[in-house]
């Protein structure tokens, strides 16, 4: 994701992980941009799994 849209999201969505931080919440493991990205990544291709980095 280019940082220019990351730009434009990523108020709202840290707002909203601030919100649900609670005692019940797990650690954070991975960076948001990082997760939103791979969400991202699924939605535009439909998850081909022979696409996949080897990483995910």
Same mark, same amino acid.
């Given at each position: 994701?280019?940082?220019?849209r990351w730009s434009l999201?990523?108020? *709202?969505?840290?707002a909203w992980r601030e919100?649900?931080? /609670?005692?019940?919440m797990a650690a954070r493991? %991975? !960076?948001?941009?990082?997760? *939103? ?8 291709? /439909? ?6 980095? %080897? !990483?995910?």
């Amino acid at each position: 994701m280019a940082d220019a849209r990351w730009s434009l999201i990523e108020p *709202v969505f840290t707002a909203w992980r601030e919100k649900t931080d /609670g005692a019940s919440m797990a650690a954070r493991v %991975h !960076d948001l941009w990082v997760s *939103v990205n791979a969400i991202v990544y699924v939605d535009h291709t /439909g998850f081909p799994r022979e696409y996949l980095p %080897h !990483d995910f």
